[in-house]
């Protein structure tokens, strides 16, 4: 397996968006080696899975396909999909019985009035 090397150099004045990534990235990886690299790699995987979802790879074509909505609308049928097997997975959870002991158990462990955001 061969390592391929890419050297990007960008001005930071002039393409800010970059600069701003670049610079939360540094700030995130905390000095970590590699850190940046392998986020900016993981971009372009991002990039190149939606880019090809929406069928082109030429930057604004792709970028004019999700803000006009149409790759919002593909995306938004992974969020129903999750919500529903979210909610499948709540209303077998609670149709399954639980022994009284360990349900007060938990009743202890949990306290009244915690919402754990289910």
Do not use: H, W
């Not at 001005?11 to 990235?25: C, P, R, T, Y």
């Not at 790879?57 to 097997?85: D, H, K, N, R, V």
């Amino acid at each position: 397996m061969s390592k391929n090397k890419i050297q990007l150099y960008y001005d930071s004045s002039k393409d800010i968006e970059v600069a701003n990534l670049i610079a939360n990235f540094e700030k995130e990886g905390a000095g970590t080696r590699g850190y940046t690299t392998d986020k900016v790699k993981e971009c372009l995987k991002v990039y190149q899975l939606l880019a090809e979802k929406c069928g082109t790879q030429a930057p604004m074509q792709f970028l004019m396909y999700y803000a006009s909505g149409l790759g919002a609308s593909s995306l938004s049928g992974t969020e129903e999909t999750s919500a529903s097997i979210e909610s499948d997975v709540l209303d077998n959870a609670e149709e399954s019985e639980v022994p009284e002991e360990v349900s007060e158990d938990v009743a202890d462990l949990i306290g009244d009035g915690m919402d754990f955001g289910l």
